[in-house]
């Protein structure tokens, strides 16, 4: 991106999140699923603007097709935007009304995060998405299309896959593979890897010190 300025003039600052925030809390999960009428369901959580870049069309479909393996799997859907409606639309003509929620806008997506059980990302394009770290940060399992930079993997239980046509069994298969999956604790490695919101301060401070 600045092939003429050299390497030891460039500082990379990571976009760190509030880890304490976004860890895992055994009694949010039990409240949000509670809420939502969750309490037996796998939970596939999704974040974004109902915009094309994030690719609810396709999630959807993906949704359908674990759907048919996993009969108590929901969809839980937060945000809005233009193609709102379309995608409402779309889980309507797939008879799928009672298993996809239309969360809207949330300023509690952390707790959201500690009740899903995994978490999907098939953008079409991204940058670095926060949202999937702090997904990770929650210590979700998380899906990434493989249009997002690698540089979202920053814990073992995030996986890319392709987004075509004919991918859509990939998503639910390892999607229905994950039904089972653990929770981890991944605080320390984020914490190492430079993505606290501490430590992206800290490093804005030591620029200008």
Known sequence: MFPNVKANKITIIRNGVDLDKFRFDPEDRAAVRKAWSLEDAFVLGHVGRFEYQKNHEYLVDIFA?????????KLFLVGEGSLQEDIRKKVDALGLSDDVIFAGLS???????????????????????????????AGLPVLFADTI???????????????????VAQWAEKLEALTDAKR???YDRLKAQHFSLQDTIQEFLDLYA
């Not at 097709?65 to 799997?73: E, L, S």
């Not at 930079?149 to 814990?155: F, P, R």
Request: aromatic share 8%; glycine share 8%.
């Open 65 to 73: 097709a674990v759907k048919q393996r996993v009969p108590n799997a």
């Open 107 to 137: 300023r509690e997506v952390a707790k959201l995060l500690s009740g899903f059980d995994v978490f999907v990302l098939p953008s079409h394009f991204e940058g670095l998405p926060i949202v999937g770290v702090e997904a990770q940060a």
């Open 149 to 167: 930079t690698k540089e979202a993997k920053l814990t073992e239980d995030s996986w890319f896959l392709p987004i075509g046509e004919n991918d």
């Open 184 to 186: 981890g604790d991944p």
